[in-house]
């Protein structure tokens, strides 16, 4: 018996062990009937791809290379930043019913590289333009031609083009159940040096403000670790490690709607687009300096050589 069917023997149905945690996490959160509350049933237009970085879901979460628990209490993503991208790259962006000429699609790059079935080793590959990502030039495009016409795609608008672009590959390996590690490792494919934000994020997807028998859970910092506490999930510790000598930075905020931004309600933050408005519009206040939260991200930040 080999090491893989070991692990499978010992995931039973009253022990999920290795499958506690897996890569559970959804690519796309927004716009799904999970997350409909509208009248007529139109989940597109009621939870479009603009609000999902600063509305909390009910139901799930939703990132790049996504890992969880079962049951998507606390979970761990990839966002990343270009320094040219008017917001970060937390989950995939696609087109919606109506804004697609063959209907709703995913418009990016990304490979499903290796899995075991426990979960105990995996590995995908997500290709991140140095460009601006042509978010509007997609929906425009894709919205003009008809239904005959073939679909326009990212590698269409010439992001990739001279291989401007990054590979970024995300591995998880558990040791045993509930020690896992999580590696990023960056390429640039390009000719010339360009910037690039790591930032690992740890998320507790909120349940306390749809049932106020759930506690709050809590993400703090403590001597450079950062200690994850939830009632039911119960205490884990997470570490940061960047290349030397850089040292990821924890930032905390909170995985709640900013009703500021999406409906112009008087309201402080920090809230769940909090890291958005600290990176890219220089909001230093919009992240939480007391050093906890919902919602924490180590961000290091890198010129990558060619």
């Keep these: 018996m080999n090491s893989e069917k070991q692990r499978l ?13 897996g890569p559970y996490l959804s690519e796309r959160q927004w716009g799904t009937v999970r997350e409909d509350y509208s009248r007529d049933g139109t989940a597109w237009e009621y ?83 140095q460009s601006a990502f042509p ?9 003009r031609r008809e239904m005959a016409a073939t679909e326009y795609e990212l590698l269409d608008t010439g992001v ?54 759930n506690d709050k859970p809590e993400l703090r910092s403590t001597q450079g670790a ?9 205490t884990y510790h997470c570490r940061a490690q960047g290349v030397p000598p850089l040292t990821p930075q924890w930032l905390f905020a909170e995985n709640e709607t900013n009703v500021r931004r999406l409906y112009g309600s ?5 809230f769940k687009d909090a890291f958005h408005e600290y990176f890219i519009d220089g909001r230093t206040e919009s992240v939480s300096a007391v050093g906890k939260g919902t919602k924490a991200l180590a961000h290091t930040r890198y010129d990558v050589p060619a």
């Design 160 to 213: 990739f083009d001279e291989d401007r672009y990054f590979d970024v590959f995300v591995e998880y390996a558990q040791a045993q159940p509930d020690d896992i590690v999580m590696r990023i490792t960056a390429h640039n494919r390009g000719q010339s040096p360009a910037p690039l934000h790591l930032m690992p994020q740890l998320t507790f997807r909120n349940t306390w403000s749809w049932d106020t028998g």
């Design 226 to 234: 950062l200690v994850a506490e939830h009632g039911a999930l119960g």
């Design 47 to 129: 939870f479009p791809h603009d609000h999902a970085r600063s509305r909390a879901y009910r139901w799930g979460e939703d990132g790049i290379a996504g890992f969880s628990d079962a049951r998507q209490t606390l979970c761990l993503s990839l966002a990343l930043w270009n320094e040219r991208d008017p917001i970060l790259k937390e989950r995939l962006f696609g087109l919606t019913n109506s804004e697609g000429n063959h209907g709703e699609d995913v418009k990016e790059l990304y490979y499903y590289l290796d899995a075991t079935p426990t979960h105990s080793y995996l590995r995908m590959l997500y290709k991140y333009p």
């Design 9 to 21: 023997a010992e995931c039973t149905r009253k022990s999920p062990a290795w499958k506690k945690w």
């Design 135 to 143: 978010y509007a030039e997609l929906v425009a495009e894709n919205h």
């Design 266 to 270: 008087p309201a402080n933050g920090p």
